[in-house]
């Protein structure tokens, strides 16, 4: 994809794509191996006497962290826009390295008691600050070192990376399911995987602070603070309608990735292990289609990957539901989060890169990171719950089908109001 350039600087771009994207790993890494283990987390920090009481509050945790997400793209967002992409970057894996800790190394209830549920809703927030602007900061680094006429292939790599967290935290599981009982894994073993990321951070803060700050960026006079939040305001439309635009993102990767563990046993009654090993594959093919169909949209444009993907889980999601929850199985389970695999990484791919160019450049990383942290707090990062919740209030085991429906819908009638954005990095205007 850059076979213009000389053997040398692709190897330079390569290493810069790994450098930024290597915090965006741990932080999707976290956020995975919550996910995996919610119902283990539940029993250790919120013990009742009903299982579903605990696990709703486990995944209402899980969610809380999304909430601060707003936050942490509105402050961390205009530090990035005024102090640099680099800077950005460094700080928000520092933060997210102490929430990372104070999880892994937090005592359950049974040994201190009420603290252990409010600390452990403490490194939530905390992740969910530092991660309302990581997204952001590392799609508009990968932007802006794109070279001309590949800046989906670039951007791809930011949700890229986040699938090698999937797939390593889902290999961690199986490897882990196998060698340990299911009371030795609710009572300590699912705190192996948040240890083995603290183990990796230090190796994450030399790759970061290796990186140079953008020339894109170096070229640009610098707004003041007063200046972003203005210049965020005027575009509101742009913001609220980017939003909508990652809904259908967002709740898709969600359900095929940390809700699939807990929808595979606790719904389908499927073995742990083989709702890890569907989940290792999801993000083998996450990780597959997210770089090819961003290198699509570079071809043909980001608007048509983003209708016909929008177009195709309306008319699919519900009833490949349905079909798993009639007999469910492995291999329905598998081929159903397939598919659905498939559309979000065709998605995606080509709906990172729009919505960097439809962000003014003077707010281009807190633009984003607010419409991307918005629609993960109010509607990704809940997924889970809510479609424990509604299955439980509709007994429907397919009903996940019709919220995943109304994120597509969602998304298209965004798509459609935002009209066409730029394919080329030579392109001047968002809206040429």
């Given at each position: 994809?850059?076979?213009?350039a000389?053997p040398?600087?692709?190897?330079?771009?390569?290493?810069s794509?790994?450098?930024?994207?290597?915090g965006?790993?741990?932080?999707?890494y976290?956020?995975?191996?919550?996910?995996?283990y919610?119902?283990?987390?539940g029993?250790?920090?919120f013990?009742s006497?009903?299982?579903?009481?605990?696990?709703?509050?486990?995944?209402?945790?899980?969610?809380?962290?999304?909430?601060?997400?707003p936050?942490?793209a509105?402050?961390l967002?205009?530090?990035?826009?005024?102090?640099?992409?680099?800077d950005?970057?460094?700080?928000?894996?520092?933060?997210?390295?102490?929430g990372?800790?104070?999880i892994?190394?937090?005592?359950g209830?049974?040994?201190?008691g009420i603290?252990?549920p409010?600390?452990?809703?403490?490194?939530?927030?905390?992740?969910?600050f530092s991660?309302?602007?990581?997204?952001?900061?590392?799609?508009?680094y990968?932007?802006?070192i794109?070279t001309?006429?590949?800046?989906?292939?670039?951007v791809?790599?930011?949700?890229?990376?986040?699938?090698?967290?999937?797939?390593?935290?889902?290999?961690l599981?199986?490897?882990?399911?196998?060698?340990l009982s299911?009371?030795?894994?609710?009572?300590?073993g699912w705190?192996?995987?948040?240890?083995?990321?603290?183990?990796?951070?230090?190796i994450?803060?030399?790759?970061?602070?290796?990186l140079?700050?953008?020339?894109?960026?170096?070229a640009?006079r610098?707004p003041?603070?007063?200046?972003?939040?203005t210049a965020?305001?005027?575009?509101?439309?742009?913001?609220?309608?980017g939003?909508?635009?990652?809904?259908?993102?967002?709740?898709?990767?969600?359900?095929?990735?940390?809700?699939?563990?807990?929808f595979?046993?606790?719904v389908?009654?499927?073995?742990?292990?083989?709702?890890?090993?569907?989940?290792?594959c999801?993000?083998?093919?996450?990780?597959?289609?997210l770089?090819?169909?961003?290198a699509?949209?570079?071809r043909?444009?980001?608007r048509p990957?983003?209708?016909?993907?929008?177009?195709?889980?309306?008319?699919?999601?519900?009833p490949?539901?349905?079909?798993?929850?009639?007999?469910a199985?492995?291999?329905?389970?598998?081929?159903?989060?397939?598919?659905?695999?498939?559309?979000?990484?065709?998605?995606n791919?080509?709906?990172?890169?729009?919505?960097?160019?439809?962000?003014?450049?003077?707010v281009?990383?807190?633009?984003?990171?607010?419409?991307?942290?918005?629609a993960?707090?109010?509607?990704?990062?809940f997924?889970?719950?809510?479609?424990t919740?509604?299955?439980?209030?509709?007994?429907?085991?397919?009903?996940?089908?019709l919220w995943?429906?109304f994120?597509?819908?969602?998304?298209?009638?965004?798509?459609?109001l935002?009209?066409?954005?730029?394919?080329r990095?030579?392109?001047?205007?968002?809206?040429?």
């Amino acid at each position: 994809m850059i076979a213009q350039a000389s053997p040398a600087t692709r190897r330079a771009q390569a290493l810069s794509v790994l450098r930024v994207a290597s915090g965006n790993f741990l932080e999707m890494y976290d956020f995975m191996v919550f996910g995996y283990y919610a119902a283990a987390i539940g029993r250790a920090f919120f013990p009742s006497g009903s299982e579903f009481v605990s696990l709703m509050l486990s995944l209402a945790t899980f969610g809380a962290g999304f909430l601060m997400r707003p936050l942490g793209a509105l402050v961390l967002g205009a530090y990035i826009d005024r102090r640099g992409r680099r800077d950005g970057l460094v700080l928000t894996l520092a933060l997210m390295s102490a929430g990372t800790l104070s999880i892994a190394c937090l005592p359950g209830y049974r040994a201190i008691g009420i603290l252990a549920p409010i600390l452990i809703v403490a490194g939530r927030l905390l992740q969910g600050f530092s991660a309302g602007v990581e997204l952001g900061g590392v799609s508009v680094y990968l932007s802006e070192i794109a070279t001309p006429g590949h800046k989906g292939f670039y951007v791809s790599w930011q949700s890229a990376s986040q699938q090698c967290a999937v797939v390593f935290a889902a290999i961690l599981g199986v490897a882990l399911s196998s060698r340990l009982s299911d009371d030795q894994m609710t009572r300590w073993g699912w705190r192996v995987p948040l240890l083995v990321g603290c183990a990796i951070i230090p190796i994450l803060f030399i790759l970061r602070r290796s990186l140079r700050e953008t020339d894109e960026f170096l070229a640009r006079r610098r707004p003041a603070v007063s200046e972003i939040l203005t210049a965020l305001m005027t575009n509101w439309r742009v913001v609220a309608l980017g939003t909508m635009v990652v809904i259908m993102t967002t709740v898709s990767f969600y359900m095929i990735t940390a809700y699939t563990p807990t929808f595979g046993q606790t719904v389908l009654h499927l073995a742990g292990r083989h709702t890890l090993v569907v989940t290792l594959c999801v993000g083998l093919s996450n990780l597959l289609w997210l770089p090819v169909m961003g290198a699509v949209s570079d071809r043909i444009g980001r608007r048509p990957l983003l209708l016909a993907c929008t177009v195709l889980t309306l008319l699919t999601a519900y009833p490949a539901l349905a079909w798993l929850v009639n007999d469910a199985s492995f291999g329905r389970l598998l081929a159903v989060e397939l598919w659905l695999s498939f559309l979000y990484g065709s998605y995606n791919g080509a709906m990172v890169v729009y919505l960097t160019e439809i962000m003014p450049a003077e707010v281009r990383a807190s633009g984003f990171s607010i419409a991307y942290s918005l629609a993960t707090a109010i509607f990704g990062g809940f997924t889970p719950a809510i479609c424990t919740y509604l299955i439980h209030a509709t007994n429907n085991r397919a009903v996940p089908g019709l919220w995943l429906s109304f994120a597509a819908a969602s998304g298209l009638a965004a798509t459609l109001l935002l009209g066409a954005t730029p394919t080329r990095a030579s392109a001047r205007s968002p809206y040429s």
